[in-house]
C-alpha cells in the first residue's frame, strides 16, 4: 500500500496554445514535495498530467497502487498554474472526486486553490496548503499519520463541520539548499523528449534556482513564493545540472525563475561554479532590463551559456509602466536589449495590453518600440486581473461571471478597459503581423548587403512578408472600424 499518490492539475492538451507548441516540461514544483516527503519515510508516486488529455486515468492509478493520501501538488514555479485556468481547475475538482471515492485524503496545493480555497473544499478536499507547501506538507502528514491534531498547524485551510477554518500562512523557507533534489526518477524524461522531438527540438528541462520576487508589479500575483526572495547556493544548482546531464543527457535548461539572478553576484559565481566542473550548458531566463544592466552581468550570463532572456518589457508607454508599479523605465528596455545583442543573446519581450488607461497612443508607442528593437521573440497578451494583486482590487467590480481564463489562449478582457475583448484579440494578431513584417525588412536589407548571411529561416520571413503586408492592412482597417464603434457606443 502505497503512501502518497503525488499529482498535479495542469494538463497540456487542455490548453490547445501549450500543446501546439509542443514544449512542455515537467512538474517541478510537485516533484521536489515528493522528494522532501520521500526523505521523510514516505512512500511516493506520481500521476503526471502534464501530457494526459483527462483526469480520469487516475482512478486506474489509485485503484492500483491504494494510496492513503492522494497529494495534488502543482508546479508553483510554472506560470502557467499561475493563471488559474478553469479547465484545469475542473480537472483538479475531478481528481479529488475519484480521490474521495477511494478513500484517500486530498490536499490539494496551488495558485489556484491557496485563492479559491472555499471551491476547492466544497468539491471534496480535505485539506488546501496555501503558499509554499513543502514544510507544511510534511508536517500535516506525520501529524495525520500519527493521529495528533492538525487544527493550529500553520499553513492549512480545511473545514469544521460547515465553517472555513484558515489557518495563518507558514512563513517561507531561507535556506533553499535545505531540500534534497527534485525526485527527477518520478519522472518520464523519455515521454518529454518525444514531444520536444515532435517539434523538432532537443530536450530542455525546468531548474529553479529561487523562489519568489521582491518587486511590486501591481498585476503580477505571488500566491505560492509571495515577494520574498530566497536562492539555493551557485554550487546547488550546478550539483543538479550535472545530475540531469549525467542522468538525462540533457544541458538545455529553462530557468523558471520569476528573477533570475537578483542576488548580488549570484550570476557571476554561478559562472565560476559552472567553470570549475567543465559544464557546458545553454539556458533560458527570465529577468528585468534594470537588474540586466547591473555591473558585468549580461557579460556573465552569456559567458555561462545563456542562449535568451524574456524580459517583461510590458509597454512602449513609460505612462502604462508607471501606472503597472513595474520599476522600469523605457531606455533601460531599448539599452538591455542592445547590450543582450551584442552578445549574441535573444531577447524576447513579454508585452501587455489593455491595463487600465491605455489609449491607441499607448498601444501605437508599444508597436512602435517593437518595431524599433527587433526582439527576437514576442509574447503577447492583455492584462489579466488575479486575485491578491492591487490591479486585481481596482477592477474587481467590472468582473462577472468570468473572473479567469479557460485556457492560456483566452485573452478575454474581464473588466472594462478602454476596448472590448474582439478589439484585444484582433489586436494581438495585427502586432504579431507588424513585428514579423519589420522582421523581414531588417531580413531584406541584412542580405542586401550580405549575401553570404541568407539562410532557410530569413528566406522563410521574406516570402512571408507578402502575406503579412496585405493581412496586417485588413487587421488595421477592423481594429480602426472598432475602434469607431467603441466611440458611438
Partial sequence: MLDILFSHSYYYPLDKKQWENKTPYPPLGTIYAAS??????????LFDTNLRNNPFDIE????EKKPSFLVIYDDGFNYLTKMCLTNMREAAFEMIAIGKKYNCTVIVNSSDSTDHYK???????????????????????SKIKNKEPVSDLKGIVFKNNEEFIANPKREALKNLDELPMPAWDLVDVDAYKKVWAERGKKISLNIATTRGCPYKCNWCAKPIYG???????????????????????????WMCDDIFGLKPRWVQNFNIALKKVDLKIAYVIQSRVDLLLKEDTIDALAESGLKEVWVGAESGSQKILDAMDKGTQLSQIYDATRLLKLKNVKVAFFIQFGYLGETKKDIAKTIAMI??????????????????????EMVKDDLNLKSNWTDSDDLAMMFQGTFNSNYYKRLHRY???EYRKSQAITNFKHIIKKPSLVSITKLRSMLLYFY?????????????????SNKNE
Fill in 36 to 45: 522532501l516527503m520521500r526523505k521523510n519515510d514516505f512512500s511516493v508516486s
Fill in 60 to 63: 486506474k492509478e489509485i485503484q
Fill in 119 to 141: 471551491k476547492y473544499l466544497d468539491a471534496g478536499a480535505d485539506y488546501i496548503i496555501l503558499g509554499e507547501g513543502e514544510l507544511t506538507l510534511k508536517e500535516l502528514l
Fill in 227 to 253: 515577494v520574498r526572495y530566497n536562492s539555493h547556493s551557485p554550487e546547488y544548482i550546478t550539483k543538479l545540472i550535472s545530475y540531469l546531464k549525467e542522468n538525462y543527457d540533457v544541458t538545455n535548461f
Fill in 371 to 392: 518595431k524599433e528593437l527587433q526582439p527576437d521573440n514576442i509574447g503577447v497578451s492583455v492584462s489579466y486581473p488575479l486575485p491578491g494583486t492591487k490591479f486585481y
Fill in 431 to 433: 502586432v504579431h503581423k
Fill in 468 to 484: 503579412y503586408v496585405p493581412s496586417a492592412i485588413l487587421d488595421k482597417f477592423a481594429l480602426d472600424k472598432m475602434e469607431n
